[in-house]
């Protein structure tokens, strides 16, 4: 990840992922994340078609940009679905939501047991315009 890619996935609040079903087709959700250990964090409802489409197929790709469209961020990665943390123990999940979570009516524990699977994805390409 270049100095560009970084600044621009330390300042989204929001991460277009996308999947792909066992058809064939996209699938593509705006969804909260932090980078851990080099690796994209998102925590999702349990049993969605993200979830289920990971589990058939492990591509994926992530895309942001600046919101102005100047700046772009695309990844593609293997995802996967893992064991914990839960986001209410994931501090530096926690340290970027807080504010949110709690805006949407959620203490953080509600909001871990809303969204209980973690997804981690590993990137593999980077493209930056």
Do not use: C
């Not at 560009?4 to 994340?33: M, N, Y």
């Not at 289920?52 to 700046?71: F, K, Q, Y």
């Amino acid at each position: 990840m270049n100095a560009k890619a970084s600044a621009l996935v330390d300042d989204a609040a929001v991460i277009w992922l996308t999947t792909v079903s066992a058809e064939g087709r996209p699938q593509a959700s705006p969804v909260w994340f932090v980078v851990d250990s080099g690796e994209f964090l998102v925590f999702s409802l349990a049993d969605t078609p993200r979830t289920t489409n990971i589990a058939s197929n492990p591509r994926v790709s992530l895309n942001l940009d600046s919101n102005e469209g100047s700046d772009v961020v695309v990844v593609e990665g293997l995802a996967r679905v893992v064991d914990g943390p839960s986001s209410a123990d994931h501090s530096a999940y926690q340290a970027k939501y807080r504010d949110r979570i709690v805006g949407m009516g959620y203490t953080p524990d509600e909001f871990a047991a809303a969204y209980p699977t973690p997804i981690r994805i590993i990137p593999l390409r980077w493209r930056v315009y």
